[in-house]
């Protein structure tokens, strides 16, 4: 395995394929044998895989794209992407519970100081620290600059006052990438925007967890700050004004991750759908038979091998360390309309059993959804790669 910077801020990196050949089977076993026994246990009650989370810790899941000399695994962005592909193919939402954190990660190894990065970093690789990304406000979702959340300079603190709301892993994690305004007068508005390490003490606690129609068992909740004190030493970077760049830097591996999970959906969805189009039987021969079934096969299989595609497409582009935010667009905003139509097909596959909680395809049903609006709603990442072609083919 091999990490070396190609420049400040993004990573070259490679893995031998022996050596990921070793951890995809690793992954493997682990999905069979501790993992897909309890999925509806955990999904259908929404409890948090406490022994799960342990788990992935041991397997380093909490340090996969930390570097290795913060202690992480250092696997290159299409690595991971194999790894999130492959676990979501079973369970999408358990990948939510690393996810995020990895993102919280990359953000203060891109761009925090290196008095941050040695104290952090290594905390987040073991699992000891684990968290996610607060950006999201009541008001202000796709509008990440309307945040109303304020950090005030005190001394050697700054002081946070606001609420973030929808954020995963709010209740369980203990550590969050934390966007706030440092100036909410600046005009243009992103310029008055930080990005904090924020971790839970005095001042800092869970509001309300969310009932949701799916990404069950991982916990989505508010997170209150008041008159929450910490150190300006975790402002990342340690310059203020740096925050949306710092977030909208990381959507690239935000948005291949999510990609990966679209993908993940979206095969899982096809496995069972063929599986069971080859049991079930009608008018004495398997639905496989009939030509109706046939073409939604026939559309499914090729939807989810173009996913694949675009996002190793993208993960190889991150990896080489190029600009790849509209091949990450691409990815993200087809792999996961690709995993909402798998999944719907597969329920018309499955017929009345599809409503049954009996059966795994209700969940990838519910789960699909979701990849449609995390990271940048589909909209607002069609319009995104629209510009960036526009620019790029000017009149
Ligand atoms: C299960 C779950 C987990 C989440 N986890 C996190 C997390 O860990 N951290 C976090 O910070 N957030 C998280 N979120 C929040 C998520 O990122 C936001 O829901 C998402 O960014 C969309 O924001 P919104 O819901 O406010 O929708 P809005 O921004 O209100 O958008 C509503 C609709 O309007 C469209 N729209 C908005 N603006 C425009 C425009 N200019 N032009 C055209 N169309 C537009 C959108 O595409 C969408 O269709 C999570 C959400 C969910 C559901």
């Not at 299409?78 to 979501?88: G, P, R």
Request: hydrophobic share 40%.
């Amino acid at each position: 395995m091999m990490a070396a910077p190609a420049n400040p801020e993004k990573q070259i990196r490679s893995i031998e394929p022996d050596d990921e050949r070793a951890f995809m089977d690793a992954i493997d076993v682990w999905l069979e044998r501790e993992v897909i026994p309890v999925i509806k246990h955990h999904d259908h009650g929404d409890i948090w895989p406490e022994e799960l989370v342990h788990q992935m810790a041991e397997m380093g899941l909490f340090g996969a794209t930390i570097g290795q000399e913060y202690g992480g695994l250092g696997l290159p962005a299409t690595t991971y992407a194999k790894i999130v592909m492959q676990i979501s193919a079973h369970w999408m939402a358990i990948t939510g519970i690393f996810n995020s954190h990895l993102i919280m990660a990359a953000a203060v190894e891109r761009f925090g100081t290196p008095e941050q990065k040695t104290l952090w970093l290594p905390k987040f690789a073991s699992g000891e620290l684990r968290g996610g990304l607060a950006l999201t406000e009541p008001n202000a979702g796709t509008d990440l600059q309307a945040i109303r959340s304020v950090a005030v300079r005190d001394g050697d603190d700054y002081i946070i006052n606001g609420t973030k709301t929808w954020i995963s892993n709010a209740i369980n994690g203990s550590c969050f990438a934390m966007l706030v305004k440092t100036d909410p007068k600046a005009d243009p508005r992103y310029k008055g925007m930080s990005l904090f390490i924020a971790d839970k003490r005095d001042g800092f606690t869970t509001g309300k967890k969310f009932k949701k129609l799916g990404y069950n068992a991982i916990d989505s909740a508010e997170l209150i700050m008041l008159d929450y004190r910490v150190p300006a030493s975790q402002l990342i970077g340690g310059v203020e004004g740096q925050g949306f760049f710092q977030t909208t830097g990381g959507l690239e591996l935000g948005r291949i991750n999510v990609a990966a999970r679209g993908v993940g959906l979206a095969e899982g969805s096809l496995r069972l759908a063929t599986e069971y189009a080859q049991q079930r039987e009608t008018m004495g021969k398997p639905i496989a038979q009939h030509q109706a079934i046939q073409l939604k096969l026939g559309d499914m299989v090729t939807r989810a091998r173009a996913a694949r595609l675009l996002t190793m497409d993208a993960a190889d582009a991150y990896d080489r360390g190029e600009r790849c935010d509209m091949e990450a667009g691409m990815a993200k905003y087809f792999a996961s309309e690709a995993a909402v139509e798998n999944s719907q097909e597969a329920m018309r596959i499955f017929g009345g059993y599809s409503y049954s909680k009996e059966y795994d395809i209700e969940r990838f049903y519910r789960d699909a959804m979701f990849m449609c609006i995390g990271e940048g709603t589909n909209e607002m990442q069609r319009m995104i790669i629209a510009k960036q072609h526009l620019k790029n083919n000017p009149a």
